[in-house]
């Protein structure tokens, strides 16, 4: 029996470094059963110190205490007092991590992990999304709802082993409920400002006891507007998303499980709009205000004060998003010592349409010669993905050895029709708006891999582990650029001739370059291979009952592609892939008789060929061109600090401090024709604070017959960042800090009601700044740029009432 029980123990793997600060932090709040912990974990008595964690990040389970890896865990109880519905709730609570707290739409979620990540959510990810280890090509087709999520695991540093490729800068775990012959029910509703409603409930239990059991989970999340649009007279940026799961779990012999899925959402939020600003270098008074109001886009005559969480934009917001997939997975004992596991997954998405405005300023008119209203910049879009994913693995044990390897394979259809009108500013008074240019593509990505990673246990405190991954990636693009009018039509230059000539067309209101009339990649490279191999290698030593060392080296890869935002046939290209060398290592701690946990992890990151805009040479037009391409070195450093306390039983409390150093060591290149030098080597990162502290506090009051009382409260706090590649100071974002707060009433083991604040000092800061094509040319605001940006959620104040059974 024992040995059986360990063999089904090789289902998943652990790798936990830090504090597992939202699990372990509330050892003393959390009832037992609300956070189911697999068989291997030890919990300590109650009052005892904190919490084992088991995870399975590695697809093994193991002790986070004694995890070689460095990893975050976030527990429901967490989740529950902070009132956290989706992953972008834990924007600067999570060491290394930033996610923008605002997305096109709730479904579109994009991460970085220790300075790396994709901001542009129509290509790969850096940092891997999985749902029950089925991996998310698109950042797209992300979670909006956690109800039924039993953890999240954030792995930090390359994950290319064991997780596939698109994983160098980490990976996001999404570890759903799985149900069992005992009745589990919860269900949970609750109402806030902004007209917030949130219901979510689950409901698991045995169908045939011992053979069959089964989960419903449902989640809607709705709230009002958080911005106010003056132009549209409407309040904008809310959220309408509802979504669900359903889960089989089949048990024929002891041997053997079955587990079936299929969830879904609908995401019919108004698509995000942004707030303006601007910025003039010369003269302060003309910097800081917001949008245009009065005049035309040549020569504004007046423009409002900037006002916080306040949009200009004149198109109304569109979304109309839905996700979702089906998945099994085999799990079999072929024996005591070996199990093998089938992970079948069908998913997909469409954003049929997206229609919003990225410059935040009203429709006026262009200018003299073109008095039709029309915005700066704005966007529909049609994105339409499947994807299915095989993979079949082996786990075994044998004495010193445990092993995991396995293939994998990959097929997504990526397809998106991108309608850019991207009108721009008038540079004279008698100029015409760019035509608005549809950018139409499909992308076909094949991924072969297989892997293999071992441990060896040296000694019974020592171990080794070593690993290695090879990829296949297979992909062809087909593209094609046609320009439309104003109206959305496409222009046929056989009967508009100017067209072709790079010509103004009074007749349409608009000018087309003639680089962009209607062509196609069908004649020029348009399917590309690409390999690679990416080791790990590791030594873990468990120094003491308490004490726990680990060091490794791992090897990161993300696919290369072709630019799926190419303006010019000239630009529709190919990029290479991008590589990551990661050297970490590591100190997990537990004192004063585990009432304090200390984990540090070091790391460097060593990038060649990251992924960005760069200028290369193109054997289409024989010119040097802008495109997507590869800067061919930068790294990034530091360390992460993670703690957790419970000094007496009714306190808990967590801190964190992140340190992270970046730099383009070789980003540059002369001008070549039109196209202008740069140089960014010695440059920071984008969107990445060098400081992130995070603290929490949570305190019981007992109350006798009439149950318990938990107050808690969390504050983080980061230092300022860039938005743009060349640190300009204009587009800087300062320190950021916010404070939220929470108190729950528990009357019996059954309910519990939550008041929860979050962002108490209602402070505004923008995520990220981006300027609205050139400086104002004429009238009063000459030389004033336009820029604007998304904004973080304003206070909100929730009550909630949840059943548990």
């Not at 508009?496 to 103004?504: F, K, S």
């Not at 290149?669 to 990445?688: E, I, L, M, R």
């Amino acid at each position: 029996m024992p040995d059986t029980i360990r063999a089904w123990r090789l289902l998943a793997a652990s790798s936990l470094t830090p504090l597992a600060l939202f699990v372990a932090t509330s050892a003393q709040a959390e009832d037992p059963k609300d956070t189911p912990t697999p068989p291997q974990a030890t919990d300590a008595a109650p009052g005892s110190g904190l919490t084992d964690i088991v995870v399975t990040a590695t697809r093994r389970e193991s002790r986070l205490q004694s995890t070689p890896v460095a990893v975050t865990v976030i527990g429901e109880a967490f989740r529950a007092n902070q009132n956290v519905v989706t992953t972008r709730d834990l924007a600067g609570q999570i060491p290394g991590l930033y996610t923008p707290p605002s997305g096109i739409t709730p479904l579109t979620n994009t991460f970085f992990i220790r300075g790396i990540g994709n901001s542009d959510p129509i290509f790969d990810p850096t940092v891997g999304v999985y749902i029950d280890d089925v991996y998310l090509p698109r950042a797209i087709n992300g979670m909006s709802d956690l109800t039924d999520v039993e953890r999240v695991e954030v792995l930090r540093g390359p994950q290319g082993t064991l997780f596939g490729a698109n994983s160098a800068g980490g990976a996001i775990r999404y570890v759903t409920r799985t149900p069992t012959d005992k009745l589990d029910l919860r269900a949970d509703a609750g109402y806030g400002n902004y007209d917030t409603v949130n219901v979510h409930g689950y409901a698991a239990g045995p169908i045939v006891p011992g053979l069959l059991a089964a989960s419903v989970a449902v989640a809607h999340d709705q709230h009002d507007g958080y911005s106010r649009n003056p132009s549209l007279g409407t309040d904008v940026n809310n959220q309408n998303t509802t979504g669900g799961r359903i889960k089989l779990l089949f048990t024929p012999t002891t041997a053997l499980k079955v587990t079936l899925s299929a969830d879904g959402t609908i995401d019919h939020s108004q698509a995000a709009q942004y707030v303006p600003t601007t910025y003039n270098a010369t003269n302060a008074a003309l910097s800081g205000l917001g949008g245009i109001t009065g005049g035309t886009l040549y020569s504004p005559t007046s423009l409002a004060p900037y006002q916080p969480n306040v949009s200009y934009a004149g198109r109304y917001p569109v979304n109309r998003s839905h996700a979702g997939g089906l998945t099994g997975r085999i799990d079999y004992m072929l024996g005591e010592h070996l199990a093998v596991h089938s992970i079948t997954a069908l998913r997909g998405f469409d954003q049929d349409p997206v229609a919003y405005n990225n410059d935040g300023q009203n429709r006026l008119p262009y200018d003299a010669a073109q008095p039709r209203a029309v915005d700066i910049s704005d966007n529909v879009i049609t994105y339409k993905e499947h994807s299915f994913t095989q993979e079949l693995q082996l786990q075994g044990n044998w004495h010193r050895f445990d092993v995991t390897g396995g293939l994998y394979y990959l097929f997504e259809d990526f397809k998106s029709n991108r309608i850019g009108y991207v009108t721009g500013l008038p540079a004279t008074n008698a100029a015409l708006p760019a035509a608005p240019f549809d950018q139409i593509a499909k992308t076909i990505t094949r991924n072969y891999s297989a892997y293999l990673q071992a441990n060896y246990h040296l000694t019974d405190r020592l171990t080794l582990t070593a690993g290695g991954r090879y990829i296949i990636i297979r992909r062809r693009f087909d593209f094609q650029g046609v320009n439309d009018d104003l109206d959305g039509n496409p222009i046929n230059p056989a009967t508009y001739p100017q067209v072709v000539t790079g010509g103004a067309i009074p007749l349409l209101g608009v000018a087309v370059s003639a680089a962009q009339v209607n062509f196609t990649n069908a004649t020029v490279l348009n399917s590309k291979t690409w390999r690679s191999f990416t080791p790990k290698a590791g030594l873990s030593w468990q120094v003491t009952p308490s004490a726990f060392l680990f060091a490794s080296y791992a090897k990161g890869f993300d696919a290369g592609g072709f630019n799926n935002r190419a303006l010019t046939l000239s630009t529709a290209l190919p990029y290479d892939p991008e590589t990551v060398n990661t050297y970490e290592g590591g100190i997990k701690t537990d004192w004063l008789d585990r009432r304090l946990r200390v984990n540090l992890t070091g790391f460097y990151n060593d990038y060649s060929n990251l992924q960005t805009a760069v200028t290369a040479y193109s054997p289409i037009s024989a010119t040097y061109v802008s495109t997507r391409g590869n800067a061919p070195s930068s790294h990034t450093d530091g360390f992460e600090v993670e703690t957790s306390a419970q000094p007496v039983p009714a306190l808990s409390l967590a801190f964190n401090v992140t340190y992270l150093k970046t730099r383009y060591d070789d980003y540059a290149a002369p001008a070549y024709g039109t196209v202008p030098a740069y140089s960014y080597t010695g440059k920071v990162f984008p969107f990445q604070p060098e400081w992130q502290y995070f603290a929490s506090a949570s305190y019981q009051l007992p109350l006798g017959r009439l149950g318990k009382v938990t107050l808690g409260g969390s504050v983080n706090w980061q230092t300022s960042y860039f938005s743009d590649t060349l640190n300009n100071p204009q587009y800087r974002i300062g320190d950021k800090h916010f404070v939220n707060g929470f108190v729950s009433f528990e009357p019996d083991a059954h309910l519990t009601f939550t008041l929860t604040a979050r962002n108490i000092g209602n402070a505004f800061y923008f995520s990220s700044l981006t300027p609205v094509g050139a400086a104002l040319r004429a009238g009063p605001y000459a030389g004033t740029t336009l820029v604007q940006g998304p904004q973080n959620p304003p206070r909100t104040v929730f009550f909630k009432v949840a059943y548990r059974y």
